[in-house]
């Protein structure tokens, strides 16, 4: 993360394609120009000698032995009613009330 | 008036929660709107469902029963969280008209408790901001100064109980967005320890950050909803099944003898004169009370904002690839493919801000830039969270400022996202360290400000937290 890495068009565009944004033309400066502002204020992490620091992921790593906190703790596995399937369909843009149905997915 | 008030008028039948309830929507017709004082701190207004609950608890005082510790309480929900017959918007485009199938779990527990809930409450798009500024659906201002902001992401939260709209409230804190808005507003608003309060309904922008909290105007009514909401919930794998303390009762126990930790990074350049004055007033009033009030360091300080904004804007990036146009919300028109239909979505439904952190995010994340940003974000991230491990053996609390500045005015920082960002500086560390916070008020500004100090406490240690935070807000009298 050198400070010279500096975020050009073409990185912006190539990220917001993997983020499956469809940025316009003229919101791209705008969004680069941010980008280099705020990773040029986060190169200071590399001020700091990290070696052999572990990562923390979650919370319940640093507190011993608390799994719930870590995202670990898993309920009984046991049969429950699950959400009312006419309310969650009545939610989506487009639905034969059984499934979701979405634009031509191969594209050709 | 304060919870307990409401609840003993309404048990000794001086009021009725309906009444209550209709006093408090009346104060918002003629307050919240263009035609009052335009605070917008309301996206909608869930009146059938906060008119059957009145009804169910003027019953049970009709009949004499004892009383549940909300009983006819007006309480608003941040839009962040799912509440069935309301919109739960995000205060996003991409969930306009989004109706929940499901209640969040604190939604249950403050009904099951007595309380009326009035409507949902305005915040920045998908909790991201220090404003309220990126909600789409138009900012919300100050109830103590309407030409500023009220704070972010919670603005309208905080706003809604500092203009008496309702008695508490549920904001939820990723990095800072409870306490920072109830110190703009002159309220109290309390981050929980991560894994405190369940955030099953909560709709998700950093993970292993976000919380749900309460805003009320004192910190008895603080400590009385963290009892209701604390638990565990089967629902929510990262809630903890530690047995909640007697937050209440523990406000009795005096706070001679408890040890003060003043961190000396929290008081550097940047901070206003006049919250440096106000915070040392109120460490003065704890030293009268018998608090050994001593010097500490947090040296990793520093690198908090850093190490926060690559952490959430990663995990938002991830969370946010759910709103595809597929199951719920909007979806763009006339698309004929479906990578298409995703794109056009995701552009027409998020604002600049959103966009802006998903692009960090997945930056952060992209293959050959991993390790460099997210891995050395989570590796400081330790570093930070030792640093309070290692304070809290020599201190049972930490008082510091919770904002640098002020309530600021609408607009002054929205063009430049750094300075937006650097709002966080005092709050952030306590986020990605997990452990507990309040914002108490403790005084205003010569212009009329409200001030509010932090008070931060061991993991799961929200009782000590408390009795600080009461005995600060004592001394304010």
Redo the contacts between chains.
């Keep these: 993360?050198a400070e010279d890495a500096a975020?050009t068009t073409e990185?912006?565009l190539r990220?917001?394609e993997?983020?499956?944004?469809?940025?316009?033309a003229e919101?791209v400066p705008?969004?680069q120009r941010?980008?280099n502002?705020?990773?040029g204020?986060?190169?200071?992490?590399?001020e700091?000698d990290?070696t052999g620091?572990?990562?923390?992921?979650?919370?319940?790593q640093?507190?011993g032995a608390?799994a719930?906190?870590?995202?670990?703790?898993?309920?009984?596995d046991t049969v429950r009613p699950s959400?009312?399937r006419k309310?969650?369909m009545?939610?989506?843009?487009?639905t034969d009330g059984r499934f979701?149905k979405?634009?031509?997915?191969i594209?050709r | 008036m304060t919870i307990e008030q409401i609840r003993a008028a309404i048990a000794n039948k001086t009021t009725t929660a309906t009444a209550v309830a209709e006093q408090h929507y009346a104060r918002i017709a003629a307050e919240d709107g263009p035609d009052g004082k335009n605070i917008h701190s309301f996206l909608a207004l869930s009146r059938e469902r906060a008119l059957a609950q009145a009804a169910r608890i003027d019953a049970l005082a009709a009949q004499g029963e004892e009383l549940p510790p909300l009983a006819g309480v007006p309480v608003g929900i941040k839009d962040v969280l799912t509440m069935t017959g309301s919109p739960a918007t995000a205060g996003s485009k991409i969930l306009e008209g989004y109706m929940p199938p499901y209640d969040a779990t604190v939604v249950q527990k403050l009904e099951a408790a007595g309380a009326v809930l009035l409507g949902k409450l305005n915040c920045d798009e998908f909790a991201m901001g220090s404003s309220n500024e990126n909600s789409a659906y138009g900012p919300v201002r100050n109830p103590r100064a309407l030409d500023r902001v009220p704070g972010g992401s919670s603005g309208g939260s905080a706003a809604a109980v500092a203009a008496e709209f309702c008695v508490a409230s549920l904001g939820t804190d990723t990095g800072g967005s409870i306490r920072q808005p109830a110190a703009f507003c002159g309220v109290v608003g309390m981050l929980p320890t991560y894994g405190r309060v369940s955030r099953y309904g909560l709709i998700a922008f950093a993970s292993s950050l976000d919380r749900v909290g309460p805003f009320a105007t004192n910190v008895r009514d603080a400590a009385t909803m963290l009892s209701v909401l604390a638990g565990w919930d089967p629902m929510d794998a990262t809630s903890s099944d530690r047995e909640p303390a007697d937050y209440v009762g523990a406000l009795q126990n005096p706070v001679d003898g408890l040890r003060i930790g003043v961190p000396a990074e929290y008081f550097g350049e940047g901070l206003d004169p006049e919250i440096r004055a106000a915070i040392e007033k109120a460490l003065d009033g704890l030293r009268g009370v018998g608090c050994e009030v001593k010097p500490i360091s947090l040296p990793h300080t520093r690198y908090a904002i850093p190490t926060y904004y690559v952490i959430a804007t990663a995990e938002a990036s991830a969370n946010l690839s759910r709103f595809d146009g597929v199951r719920f919300g909007l979806r763009a028109e006339g698309v004929k493919t479906l990578s298409a239909m995703y794109r056009e979505t995701r552009d027409q439904g998020f604002g600049a801000e959103v966009k802006r952190r998903i692009l960090l995010g997945t930056y952060a994340l992209s293959a050959g830039y991993y390790d460099a940003y997210y891995r050395k974000a989570q590796q400081v991230r330790t570093l930070l969270t030792r640093d309070f491990l290692a304070a809290f053996e020599q201190v049972d609390a930490i008082v510091s400022p919770i904002t640098p500045t002020p309530a600021f005015h609408l607009g002054a920082k929205t063009d430049d996202p750094v300075q937006m960002y650097l709002e966080d500086i005092y709050s952030v560390a306590a986020s990605l360290a997990g452990i507990c916070g309040i914002s108490v008020p403790c005084g205003q500004t010569r212009a009329g400000l409200p001030i509010g100090v932090q008070v931060m406490g061991r993991h799961f240690d929200e009782q000590t937290m408390l009795r600080v935070g009461l005995a600060i807000e004592a001394g304010q009298a």
Excluded: S
Aim: net charge negative; no cysteine; aromatic share 2%.
């Design positions: 993360m975020v990185v912006v990220v917001a993997l983020a499956n944004l469809d940025l316009k919101e705008r969004m941010d980008l502002a705020i990773l204020h986060i190169a200071q992490l590399n700091l990290t620091v572990p990562a923390m992921a979650q919370v319940g640093m507190l608390e719930e906190l870590t995202g670990e703790a898993l309920r009984a959400l009312d309310a969650v009545a939610a989506a843009p487009e979701f979405v634009p031509k997915v594209e």
